[in-house]
């Protein structure tokens, strides 16, 4: 039965079926590359600081939820404790991820040093942005929990939003640093009420003025820069090339800020087509400019792959809210109508470099779609406080920065060959996961009285058969009849 079933399990591989990838997926031994991966990692932490390390429990703990997430692509102890086969218990995961005294905010920066080193990163680019995560309206206990924006619908929802920075580098894209962010209520209401006074026609002057900023509450490009900062010091002999960024950075505070971090480098962001600009004296919106200026169709590469044609016109031309010259780059791929406008602020750059360098911000979009969709923090996330939040974060990123270690992974890039996805690696991850884990069933002294143990610590509550209240088995159905006595007032009634 057991030889029959691996062959189920190896056919389904080849025709690419990935049914039995959910539960039950059991938890053995972590594959090699995770062990690796987490020595690598305690063997940096000793060298950055002589008073920090991972005791031997606090690594087989990180190996195991490594693994767990690539199982069951949940940060979730439930599941957990269900895929180990009641070997570690709920209660035992989460102490471990609650009171233990792991070197939590140095993981991050330690494992970003430690892939690195690993693939000789000299230099990059930087990419900002965020992403939010969805809960539930009767939250209360989740950190920095606020309105946000829907896209989906328009309307609003209860969740949380994250800034990260992403390090593109020559062969791979890794996350390198994330922070929370929560909109100042005091602000939020002040809003609120100017916005209502403004329509009734009330002068600013006598509408109530801002309230001061509330250091605690941080704007989303100032997190931005202080990731950008934490960055340079943890690492400081990566040279970045360019910064790139959505339209909510394209402010002059943060552009040149964000320049001088590395010594005055390239930003590239975006703006508003409504955007002032000045030309031969002559104050104009950005679009009205490069109507009478139209662009010309090139031909770029997208992310240093496959070759476009877009349409493109630019000018070194003065920004009134930048008050200062900055390269404008007007651009349009093909089959579009309207002109997006790109912002940046070193000039002696060519306009095709520029618009290269700023295709590349799209890869951060990948990056949010794999950490979400396989690498845990997007399901069953709800881990309380500060504390359960970033470290969540934490470790499922710690998730992602593992894959690189994974043998064939290395390979390709090493190769210089295209890297895998998250997702078919991942998957591979299981099938090699399930496959160590019936090699080890199988070379066991006695296999037979294995599975009979298995078999009875399932049968013990660790897959639980719940009730249904879809069916009315061993609940009263009711009394689905007529009463004799009332069969006089029903033909009364019905006179």
Not at 160 to 169: E, G, M, R, S, Y
Not at 443 to 465: F, H, M, R, S, V
Request: aromatic residues 10%; charged residues 25%; positive net charge.
């Amino acid at each position: 039965m057991l030889i029959k079933y691996v062959q189920i399990v190896l056919n389904s591989c080849k025709t690419n079926r990935t049914y039995f990838f959910g539960e039950p997926m059991f938890i053995s031994e972590p594959l090699p590359f995770v062990k690796n991966f987490i020595e690598e990692i305690d063997r940096s932490i000793r060298k950055y600081d002589e008073n920090l390390k991972l005791t031997s429990i606090q690594k087989t703990w990180l190996c195991f939820c490594i693994v767990a997430i690539y199982l069951t692509r949940t940060v979730c102890w439930a599941k957990y404790e269900r895929a180990c086969l009641g070997k570690r218990s709920l209660a035992a995961i989460s102490w471990m991820f609650r009171r233990s005294k792991i070197p939590w905010e140095k993981l991050l920066v330690i494992s970003t040093m430690v892939i690195i080193k690993r693939f000789g990163i000299t230099s990059g680019c930087l990419v900002i942005d965020e992403t939010d995560k969805k809960r539930s309206k009767s939250s209360k206990k989740i950190y920095k929990l606020h309105k946000i924006k829907d896209k989906t619908t328009g309307g609003y929802v209860m969740g949380q939003k994250l800034v990260f920075i992403v390090l593109v580098a020559k062969n791979i894209t890794i996350p390198v640093g994330f922070q929370f962010y929560m909109p100042d209520p005091k602000l939020k209401e002040w809003k609120k009420q100017d916005e209502k006074l403004k329509k009734k026609g009330v002068a600013k002057k006598n509408r109530p003025i801002m309230p001061d900023i509330d250091n605690n509450y941080p704007q989303i490009p100032d997190i931005a820069l202080t990731l950008m900062r934490e960055f340079k010091v943890n690492h400081p002999q990566i040279k970045i090339h360019c910064i790139d960024a959505d339209a909510l950075y394209g402010t002059k505070p943060f552009m040149d800020a964000a320049s001088k971090i590395f010594g005055g480098i390239q930003v590239i962001s975006q703006i508003k087509e409504t955007q002032n600009i000045v030309f031969r004296g002559r104050k104009m919106h950005v679009k009205e400019y490069f109507a009478s200026y139209p662009g010309v169709k090139q031909k770029v590469q997208i992310r240093g792959g496959e070759e476009t044609q877009v349409t493109v016109g630019s000018a070194r031309l003065r920004v009134c809210a930048h008050d200062k010259k900055r390269f404008v780059i007007a651009l349009k791929y093909e089959g579009e109508e309207d002109y997006r406008y790109i912002v940046a602020t070193d000039l002696s750059w060519r306009t095709l470099d520029i618009v290269e360098a700023y295709f590349l911000r799209w890869l951060i979009e990948v990056v949010f779609e794999d950490w979400k969709a396989s690498e845990g923090w997007n399901k069953l996330t709800k881990h309380v406080g500060e504390d359960g939040s970033r470290r969540g974060v934490i470790l499922s990123l710690l998730s992602d920065h593992c894959l690189f270690f994974h043998p064939d992974q290395q390979a390709f890039i090493d190769g210089n060959l295209p890297a895998c996805t998250v997702g078919s690696l991942t998957r591979q991850i299981r099938i090699e996961n399930f496959l160590q884990f019936i090699r080890e069933l199988i070379n066991c002294e006695n296999p037979g009285e294995k599975l009979d143990t298995l078999a009875e610590t399932l049968k013990k509550g660790i897959y639980n058969l719940l009730p249904s209240s879809k069916h009315m088995s061993g609940r009263c159905l009711g009394r689905l009849e007529p009463t004799p006595s009332l069969k006089n007032k029903n033909v009364a009634f019905a006179n």
